[in-house]
């Protein structure tokens, strides 16, 4: 018999490599209770309460299991009309936990990844290698021609444009005269004095 995932089949008969995944995605940071939180019964109202959070936390703690992986089988085994991946893809995109909605899009349906939003943190990042290239090329510029004014200008003529560039509530103030002196060894921190 073979095995094709779509949107209509519940998560219960997801491979268990495809679950033990998913909850492992769901597992970083506690993802799965922002995802158990918005599970919704008839009447919009929330399936489950910070009760039912704690009994999964005890119960995944004395059975060293995976707090994710048991809310996962709880809840995908609920009731006569039982979760199915569509569902869990819109409740994965409701809650912005996108790594495992891509990962079930992607992975699990052979689907496109969900849109993203706009803005925001959960807006999507370039990491593509000619982004992260122009980027490092221009922090170099930066830092080139930071050193070369650090360089070539005078401490007061630095400061000013650290102002004019950066203004803040604070502006920089000019640095005080300070005296450059050596220290003795016996003047060292107890630390240093260990390695003369």
């Known amino acids: 018999m073979s095995y094709k995932a779509h949107l ?3 998560i219960r008969k997801l491979k ?7 909850a492992s995605i769901l597992s970083i940071s506690d993802s799965w209770k922002k995802l158990m939180s918005i599970v919704l019964k008839e009447g919009n109202i929330p ?6 959070i704690s009994i999964i936390e ?8 995976n707090a994710a992986q048991i809310f996962l089988d709880e809840w995908s085994t609920m009731e006569k009309k039982r979760p199915t991946l569509k569902l869990l893809q819109e409740l994965l995109i409701k ?4 790594r495992a909605a891509d990962y079930v899009a992607c992975d699990i349906l052979k689907q496109e990844k969900p ?10 990042i370039d990491t593509s290698d000619i982004v992260i ?13 930071f ?6 200008k005078p401490t007061s003529e630095l400061i000013s444009e650290i102002n004019r560039i950066c203004p803040s509530e604070k502006p920089v103030q000019t640095m005080q005269n300070y005296r450059c002196e050596e220290l003795s060894s016996e003047e060292l921190p107890v630390v240093l004095n260990n390695y003369k």
């Not at 399936?47 to 039912?52: A, C, G, I, P």
């Open 58 to 65: 005890q119960m995944a703690n004395s059975d060293k299991r």
């Open 95 to 98: 809650a912005e936990l996108f």
């Open 147 to 152: 050193a070369n004014r650090t360089i070539l």
């Open 47 to 52: 399936k489950f309460s910070s009760d039912h």
């Open 16 to 22: 268990p490599a495809e679950l033990y995944t998913l």
């Open 133 to 145: 290239n122009k980027l490092l090329d221009n922090q170099m510029l930066l830092q080139d021609t």
């Open 115 to 124: 849109k993203r939003p706009d803005y925001g943190p959960a807006h999507s």
């Open 8 to 10: 209509d089949m519940e």
